[in-house]
Structure formats: C-alpha cells, structure tokens
C-alpha cells in the first residue's frame, strides 16, 4: 500500500511540476522579487519543516520581515505553490519509515486532497482584506497549536495507544476532519499538528501520525496549488527561489542532522508568529473597517 501512495506521489509531483515550470517559465521576464532571498527563505523554513517544526508559519514571517510580497493577498498561494515539492521530497523520504493499515492512509489523504482543492477555489475569491483576517487567525491558531505542542499536551493525547488503523465511526471522523484540515491549509493553518491530535484523539499510535501528515500535505499541496497557478494569485519568483531552496533543506535536514536541539527556536517562532498573526488579524479589521 506505500508503494500506491509512494506512485501516486510520483504522478502529483510530474502533475505539478509541468503546471509550475510552465507557468514560470511563461512570466519569467516578470520581476516579483529576489530569487535568492526567496532561496534562502526556502531552505531555512523546510529545513525546519523535516525537523519538525513546520514551514508555513516561519515563511509567512520571514515573508512578512523581507516585505517580499507586494500584497498579502499572495500569501496563501504563494505559502502552497512554494512549499509543494519540498513537501513532497519530505514524503518520499518519510513515507515507508513507519507501517500503518493502507485503507486509513488512502482515505484520510483522499480527503486532505479535495478538501484542499474546495479550499484553494475559495480562497482565490478574496480580497487583501479578508486574506489578513484570515491569515491572522491562522497564525495565532498555528501558535496554539505549537505552544501546546511544546508543552507536551498534544503529545500526551497519543500515550499508550496502539491502534495502526481506524474502522467504522471513527474513520469517518478521521476522513471528514482530515477534509477540513486540508481545506485550512490553504488559508495558511498547518496541517501538521491538528492531524496529529485527531489521530491521537482516535486512539492511533503516534508514530502513525507521521505518514498520515506528511501524505496528505503532499498530496493536497499540488491540488491546492493548482488553483493558485491558474489564477496567478501567488509570487512566481519567490516559489521557485522557497522551492529550490527548500528542495536543499530538506535533503540537508535528511542527510546530516541526526539530532538538533530546536527548544529555543521553536519558542522564539511561537512569539514571533502569535505577534505577526496578531498584526495581520488588526491590520485586517482596520481596513475593513476603513473600506
């Protein structure tokens, strides 16, 4: 059953690959933004990301301190289509580490997906002022969810579970929730953590949490992505600089950190996150209030 997830991982990746490049290369003589910072971004953040720690929420920051995007309109698109082949390498070297029952894996991933593509066709409709409100409550959720995270409360919901698999009711909670999370990431809420508590929740073992993540972020990312290329709503430049440099990340963070101890960064992320949420969330009333 890993190698059909590991094959349909291949298909995505070619899928999103063409629509990328293309798109790129059509607008390549558009000057959005410095590939190299967008490069460095890449690898900081999903560097970080195979570390565990997440990527959307440090880009978005390193996004909003580098003043990279001309509107944060393009952050949701530029978050999705950035992140997407990193992503997916994390998958393709994660994916057959630690064994679970296909069944759970193939449907929980299934409903990431469309519930990134119904997610992706809505938020492509939004103003800049709408896209702040959102992205800030994304964030101070994210912040949440690793705060809580770091104090062990989520990691304390999986003690003592064994189940590889989930049946009946319970799969059905699992895949309608695993919609709506994969309808949230395209807002910008990291899918990482609150799957993590639903698969806890449902009396999984926490290992398992790992591949049912990291699947379906990879296979929901292209869906969500798509979207984003064909309307344009996100920084050309600036996902090819985060992809490229993320692609380096990634490999790095596989290949040579074994161990690296994150307990301070990752609390300085949760500060610097809940604050940069915060101010898109009052930036995002002021001017609708303004308008």
């Known amino acids: 059953m890993v190698l059909v997830v590991q094959i349909i991982l291949a298909v995505v990746l070619i899928y999103f690959a063409i629509i990328f490049f293309a ?30 720690i997440g990527s ?27 992140c997407t082949i990193p992503v997916i390498t994390e998958a393709f070297l994660f ?5 679970m029952e296909g069944a759970t894996l193939l449907s929980m991933v299934a409903a990431a997906a469309i519930g990134s593509f119904t997610g992706s066709k809505i938020m492509t409709k939004f103003n800049e002022k709408i896209i702040r409100i959102i992205m800030g409550i994304a964030l101070f959720l994210t912040a949440v969810l690793m705060l809580l995270s770091q ?14 698999g989930l049946h009946g009711g319970k799969l059905v909670i699992a895949v309608v929730v695993n919609f709506i999370l994969g309808a949230l990431m395209t807002a910008g809420v990291g899918l990482y953590a609150p ?19 990291m699947a379906s972020c990879a296979v929901l990312m292209p869906v969500a992505s ?19 440099g993320g692609i380096i990340g990634v490999v790095i963070a596989v290949t040579f950190v074994k161990s690296l101890d994150l307990t301070v960064l990752t609390w300085l992320i949760i500060v610097v996150v809940t604050y940069t949420g915060l101010s898109m969330l009052y930036q995002g009333i002021k001017q609708k209030n303004a308008a």
């Open 23 to 52: 798109d790129y290369y059509k607008h390549r003589h558009e000057n959005d933004g410095n590939i190299v910072v967008a490069g460095v971004i890449g690898f900081i953040t999903n560097f970080l990301d195979t570390l565990g």
């Open 56 to 82: 959307y929420a440090p880009t978005t920051l390193l996004l909003k301190v580098t003043k990279y995007l001309k509107s944060d309109k393009l952050i949701p698109g530029t978050l999705t289509v950035a």
């Open 95 to 99: 994916i057959d580490a630690i064994k």
């Open 151 to 164: 104090l062990g409360v989520i990691s304390a919901l999986g003690a003592g579970n064994t189940a590889l």
């Open 195 to 213: 799957c993590m508590a639903l698969v806890y929740m449902l009396g999984m073992n926490p290992a398992v949490a790992f591949p049912i993540m």
């Open 226 to 244: 798509r979207e984003f290329v064909k309307s344009g709503d996100y920084n050309r430049r600036g996902s090819m600089g985060i992809t490229i």
